[in-house]
């Protein structure tokens, strides 16, 4: 669901989640689980990049959240990362 790359770079298949507080939080979601529609694990799949929008919004598809690029700034800042991978 999201890897750390030297500890510099985080991938994930979505985007950011409100939820996300240290990265003890991603290795605390039990596996195998169904994907919920909330949370941490619905947020690493299907959040999104919204430019438009302020911080954290509800997303039009109806899941997860969107996130604009202050999220990002302020994510990678309090992480100490250097870059954020979305594969979709």
């Not at 596996?31 to 947020?43: E, V």
């Not at 997860?64 to 594969?87: C, Q, W």
Request: aromatic share 8%; with cysteine.
């Amino acid at each position: 669901m999201a890897a750390l790359i030297d500890d510099k770079i985080l991938c994930m298949h979505g985007g950011l989640s409100q939820e996300l507080n240290d990265y003890r939080d991603i290795e605390m979601v039990q596996r195998p689980t169904d994907i919920p529609d909330q949370g941490l694990l619905c947020d690493l799949l299907w959040a999104d990049p919204e430019v438009q929008h302020q911080d954290y919004q509800e997303s039009e598809r109806g899941v997860s959240y969107v996130f604009n690029e202050n999220v990002v700034a302020n994510f990678t800042k309090k992480f100490d990362i250097d870059l954020i991978a979305r594969g979709h």
